[in-house]
Structures are given as structure tokens and as C-alpha cells.
């Protein structure tokens, strides 16, 4: 289509010319640059990581599992012969096998040609008479791209807390999600972890085993429910291949972009006993289910959650031996109103001699010293302190990259009071660019590889309007946004989502605005998005082709 210069060449004039510029190589960045291919367009991808596999690249600590429905479900699903090709073995697959398995992609597509590793992109800014974005790196390449396509992550921005300190601590320090690449070695250390969220609950048990002392830093006791992680059958897994399709088509349309038909009774229609029953047979087997398939309800009505809650809590009680410490971990919100946590024996940890629990509600933090944490109650010596503390999830990556728009105007002030777009997918005053997994679209609460591919797919369908009308740039037209604000408010409000303070609201993070950050429609958004596209891009304003996007293709 357009000239294909060497990317990556600084010049002293005009920058060289892509198509696309893809920032991130995690699923979402990766099948982006497959589709934009399939496009014939040019297109590059930078990402800051080592290796390919985003969030899989990052986050190697140790525990670190799928939480989602996992193989062979958790993947790529668009092409039969990708889940043919690669045989997942467990049922929730730990971190390195889902980096391998990008790995694989990347190989197998011939992705990485187009992938500039170690790369981070500091600088982003749209020419509105040329219709492009220049892009500067870190590694010193000044590209021009007519399409900026952030598949940056939701959860890549790490929340490093603002701890008296923090910075005097003379042990090894690191955040679950910078994880470093060497291994990591506990024997013999006393080990601390603030933190007991998804990354911190997969990581105790298996610090605790391995380490002389872990200390655990919790501020919100949480919600645990067994992964019951299992070798995968292999006659399971051929009868899901042998009808692959229609899985894919199940998923797709299912509220959480998982192959399960979700239940339809009430939890308020069972008797206690019957509950109890239902409840119990998904703890043995593990897994999310115990939310999403027993009961309609449970993340609608606060009485049908609190009989979840109270069958997790009475779990909590029976399985840590002392009661004091089963009461410092007894959660009090709504379960599944943060993220549900999926873990491997994380009360079972608070059993074992070598491992203390500290309440910070109780006992707050004052500051890390060079040689460990002090609270209020005292001084906790450690040689190695984790911080397993969370992200600015969802909008943080985004504002970091801070991408220039429209007469100069920045993400960060565009968002300064509040974030908005029109479906997730695009921001008005930043014409050309896209987001996968952007805030409000479904991101988090569905199928992340498979919702991927579908934002992927349209973006693609997308910018093959554009060239096929010979139009130069898109953007949300005028009111939009807000329209699209107040859908996703009211699709919230009718969950219990809201009540809780938590990432999906922007809570974690000190002064950051609250809104909540996930469109909960799930497979009707996607509907929504393949609506959008059939009746043109309703809801977006367009350009005809500048002169200088015009001499690019031809
Ligand atoms: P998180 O859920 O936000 O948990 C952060 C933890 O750090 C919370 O316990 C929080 O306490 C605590 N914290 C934060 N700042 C603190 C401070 N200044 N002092 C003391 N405690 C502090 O982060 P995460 O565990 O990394 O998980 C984030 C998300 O990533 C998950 O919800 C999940 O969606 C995803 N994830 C997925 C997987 C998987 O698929 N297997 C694994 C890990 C993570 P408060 O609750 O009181 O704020």
C-alpha cells in the first residue's frame, strides 16, 4: 500500500512513513499488527518489555496463574489451527507457559520482523494538516504513522505506594509486576509483602514455602476462592478443538467471554441447604464459576451476595486453625466487587509457623526503614520487601503515555477532570488513534486474549473504510463521549460494582478521580461495536484524504 522504508532510521527531515505504529506487544498488540497485515498495511510495534507477552512479560513472580476460565480457553481463538497447534496442560496456566504460548504466536505468524523490543515510546503527537502521528522512542527512532494504535495494557502502570522511605529500603525490592528477569531467591531471607490482592494472594503461598520468615502487609482482607488448578484431559481438550468454532461462537457471545451458560435462578430462590450445596460442590472444583455460573444475581442483589459471602468467610474459619488471625483476613465488602481472587492455599499459608500476618487497618504502616517496615506496633526486620500494591489501572498507562492530539493538546489534560471516550476505542481531539482494551470497554471482565482479537479485528475493519472511502482521519464526533460516559454509568449502576472501593473505580490510587473504568455489557458491546460499523461509523466524524496521506499511498 504505502512506501515501506527501514523503521527505526532517524532523519534530520522527514521522519520515515508507516502505515501504523502498534505500542505494545501483549495479545492485544500482537494480533493488531496481524490484522493491520492482513490489511497490507506497514506497520511497526514498539514495547519497553524484554520479550513479547505484555502483562505476561512482566508479571513473572512467583505463583503467577491465568485466573480466567484458563486452557484451552484463555488464547488466541481465531484460528483453528493456532489452538490445534498448541496443547495447554493445565487448567489454569502458569506465567511461563502463557509466555511460551506468545512466543509460539509470534513465531508462528511471523510477527516479529515488525516488533522492536526494549523500546518505549516517550513521545506521541498528531499533525492535523498531515493527518499522522510522529512517534519518538527511547531508543532514538522518530517514525511517522498515519494510525497509533495503543495496546498499552490495563494493568501495566504499577502503583508504587507513596511510603515514608520506600526508597532507604537497603534489601532487594520489587514490584510484582517489574518482576526481574534473574531468579528470584527466597531461601534463608525474611521476605515482606504489602499487598494482598490477585498478584500478592498467588505469590504468599508460594514465598512462604520457600523463605525463612513472610511477613504480610494487608490493608483490605480479600476474598480467595480455590483455582483448583488441574492437568488438563486430553480427551477434553480434543472434543473442544473438534468443535472449535462453536466455542468460539459461545464465547463470544457470552457475558464473560467464557464457554459456560451462565445460570438463570436466583440465589434467594434456594433454600439455605440447597445453597450451601451448590456452593460447596464449585469450592471443590475450583475456579470462578462459584460466582458466575451457580446464581444470576450474586453481582446484582446484595443479599444474594452476602450468601456467597458468608459460605467464603465460614470457609476462612474453619480452615485457619487460629481465630484471632482468621478474623484479621474475614473480608468485608461485596464479594466479586473486586476482582475475585483465585488462589493455591493462600489461608492454608496462615497455618505455617514461618509467616505473620500484619493488620494495617489496625496497625498502619509509618515508614520502610533501610532494614525493614515500621508500624505503628513496631519494627519488622526484612531482607527483601515485595510490593504486590496494584496498578493505575486501566487509564494510568494511557496518561503515561500521554500522546499529544488536536492543537497540542495532551491526554492529561484532555483527562485532567475525568476520562472519556466513544466505546472505548477512540478519543475525541486525538483523531487516528485506537485503544484495545481502552477504558470503558469491557477489558477486565471478559476474556482479555479473546475481547483483544475483537476490538483488534474491528479496528482493522475500521481503517479499511477509511482507505476504501479515501478518508484521511477519524475522530468521535461532538457529544458522543458523553452519550457513551452515561451508558456505561448506567450499565454499572444496575450491579454492585460501584459500591466498592476498588481499581475498576479509580480508588486505589490516591487523588484519582473516581469513575468506573469497565463497560459490564460483555458480549453486547461487541454487538454494539459491529453495529456501530455497519451503519458507517455512526458516531464518528471523518476527513477526506490530506495531500500528504494521498502521496503516501500512491
Ligand atoms: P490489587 O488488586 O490492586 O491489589 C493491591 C493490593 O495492595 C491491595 O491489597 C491493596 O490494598 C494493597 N495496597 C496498595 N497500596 C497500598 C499501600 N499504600 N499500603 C498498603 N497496602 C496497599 O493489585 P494486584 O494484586 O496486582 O491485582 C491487580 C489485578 O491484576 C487483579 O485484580 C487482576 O485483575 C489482575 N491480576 C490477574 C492475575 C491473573 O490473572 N492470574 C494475577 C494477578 C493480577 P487495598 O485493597 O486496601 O487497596
Known amino acids: 500500500m504505502s512506501q515501506n522504508p527501514t523503521p ?12 501504523a505504529v502498534v505500542i505494545g506487544a501483549g495479545f492485544g498488540g500482537m494480533y493488531a499488527l496481524h490484522c493491520l497485515r492482513e490489511l497490507g498495511l506497514s506497520v511497526r510495534v514498539f514495547d519497553d518489555a ?32 493456532l489452538v490445534r497447534e498448541w496443547d495447554w496442560t493445565e487448567t489454569q496456566p502458569d506465567q511461563p507457559s502463557v509466555l511460551a504460548y506468545l512466543n509460539f504466536v509470534a513465531d508462528r505468524l511471523d510477527l516479529r520482523r515488525d516488533i522492536q523490543l526494549q523500546t ?52 532487594e525490592c520489587f514490584h510484582t509486576g517489574h518482576w526481574p528477569q534473574h531468579k528470584v531467591d527466597f531461601a534463608g531471607k525474611r521476605v515482606g509483602i504489602i499487598g494482598t490482592g490477585s498478584s500478592g494472594v ?34 477434553f481438550v480434543r472434543q473442544i478443538r473438534d468443535i472449535w468454532p ?8 457470552s457475558p464473560f467471554g467464557a464457554p459456560f451458560v451462565p445460570s438463570t435462578c436466583s440465589a434467594l430462590d434456594d433454600t439455605p441447604q440447597q445453597r450451601q450445596a451448590l456452593y460447596e460442590k464449585h469450592w471443590q472444583k475450583g475456579g470462578l464459576g462459584i460466582a458466575f455460573d451457580t446464581y444470576h444475581d450474586i453481582l446484582f442483589n446484595a443479599d444474594a451476595n452476602r450468601t456467597l459471602a458468608d459460605f467464603v468467610c465460614a470457609k476462612i474459619r474453619r480452615i485457619v486453625r487460629d481465630p484471632v488471625i482468621a ?39 509509618e515508614a520502610v526503614t533501610p532494614t525493614g517496615v515500621r508500624t505503628r506496633g513496631g519494627e519488622h526486620p526484612l531482607d527483601m520487601l515485595i510490593l504486590a500494591t496494584g496498578y493505575d489501572a486501566i487509564t494510568g498507562a494511557l496518561q503515561n503515555l500521554n500522546p499529544r492530539g488536536r492543537g497540542g493538546l495532551t491526554l492529561k489534560e484532555a483527562w485532567a477532570e475525568r476520562f472519556s471516550t466513544y466505546l472505548g476505542m477512540a478519543i475525541r481531539g486525538f483523531p487516528n488513534l485506537f485503544m484495545i482494551h481502552g477504558p470503558q470497554t469491557p477489558s477486565v471482565l471478559f476474556n482479555m486474549p479473546l475481547g483483544a482479537e475483537l476490538e483488534a479485528e474491528w479496528i482493522r475493519d475500521c481503517i479499511g473504510y477509511l ?69 458507517g461509523y455512526e458516531g464518528f466524524q471523518v476527513e477526506p484524504e490530506s495531500v500528504a496521506v494521498s502521496a503516501q499511498r500512491t
Not at 220 to 225: K, R
Not at 246 to 252: E, S
Open 50 to 81: 524484554v520479550s513479547v507477552g505484555g502483562t505476561w512479560s512482566w508479571n513473572r513472580y512467583p505463583g503467577a496463574r491465568v485466573d480466567f476460565p484458563g486452557g484451552p480457553f484463555y488464547c488466541y481463538t481465531f484460528s483453528e489451527d
Open 202 to 235: 498467588q505469590a504468599i503461598p508460594v514465598i512462604a514455602r520457600s523463605s525463612a520468615h513472610l511477613t504480610v502487609f494487608q490493608r483490605t482482607p480479600q476474598y480467595a476462592i480455590p483455582a483448583g488448578n488441574r492437568p488438563l484431559d486430553p480427551a
Open 327 to 365: 478474623e484479621k483476613l474475614m473480608p468485608d465488602y461485596l464479594i466479586g466487587t473486586k476482582r475475585l481472587i483465585l488462589d493455591e492455599g493462600y489461608y492454608e499459608t496462615f497455618n505455617r509457623d514461618n509467616v505473620s500476618l500484619v493488620d494495617l487497618r489496625e496497625d498502619p504502616i
Open 467 to 535: 482507505r476504501e472511502h479515501r478518508l484521511g482521519a477519524i475522530e468521535p464526533a461532538p457529544g458522543v463521549e458523553a452519550a457513551w460516559g452515561e451508558e456505561v454509568a448506567e450499565v454499572a449502576s444496575h450491579t454492585l460494582f460501584p459500591l466498592t472501593d476498588s481499581w475498576y473505580t479509580g480508588a486505589n490510587i490516591p487523588g484519582k478521580h473516581r469513575q468506573f473504568a469497565v463497560h459490564l455489557g460483555g458480549s453486547q458491546y461487541f454487538q454494539r461495536l459491529s453495529d456501530v460499523a455497519a451503519r
Open 120 to 171: 518505549r515510546v516517550t513521545a506521541a503527537q498528531y499533525d492535523e494538516a498531515a493527518q499522522r502521528w510522529t512517534i519518538q522512542t527511547s531508543t532514538g527512532d522518530r517514525v511517522s504513522a498515519q494510525f497509533l494504535l495503543c495496546a498499552v495494557g490495563t494493568l501495566s502502570a504499577a502503583n508504587r505506594p507513596d511510603i515514608p522511605g520506600l526508597d532507604s529500603f537497603a534489601g
Open 246 to 253: 462453536q466455542i468460539r461462537r459461545q464465547m463470544v457471545q
Open 8 to 19: 527505526g532510521q532517524p532523519s534530520a527531515t522527514a521522519p520515515p512513513s508507516l502505515d
